[in-house]
């Protein structure tokens, strides 16, 4: 369970039921990962990298990650999971980094905290998995 503000309002745990990031609409889900402006560069990263998977044939070539550095095979459905699951947990820890922290950040931090991670959990995960076949 992901405690938005909107969610703490209802509670009486917080004043303002505003986006951490942007402080225009209600922090709900939806807005959150879906709609905030502030969000939006990473959304758009994540949503290329996707393009980019669904141009192929389930495979991923070295060419499609060369930005990312990583080398040898991937497989999508993998990258699919590690990709949403790093793109939730990027968007949250900055949004928790800036309510309880009171650190500032802009939009291309989130993106470059999300490739290094990417980067990492690929190159640990996909040879931890060759390494079993
Ligand atoms: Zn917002």
Redesign the pocket.
């Known amino acids: 369970m992901l405690y938005t503000n909107v969610f703490l309002k209802n509670f009486k745990i917080v004043k303002s039921e505003k ?1 951490t ?2 402080n ?2 209600c922090e709900h889900l939806p ?1 959150l990962f879906l709609e ?3 969000v939006s560069t990473l959304r758009k990263t994540v949503l290329h990298i996707l393009h980019l998977l669904s141009n192929g044939n389930f495979k991923l070539s070295q060419k499609s990650f060369q930005f990312l550095d990583v080398n040898g095979n991937c497989y999508v459905k993998y990258v699919y999971l590690v990709l949403l699951s790093e793109y939730i947990n990027t968007v949250w820890y900055f949004r928790n980094e800036i309510k309880v922290n009171k650190r500032n950040f802009i939009p291309t931090d989130l993106v470059h905290r999300f490739l290094t991670k990417i980067k990492c959990r690929i190159v640990l995960d996909f040879n931890r998995l060759d390494s079993v076949r």
Request: with cysteine.
């Open positions: 986006c990031f942007c225009s609409d807005h905030c402006c502030f």
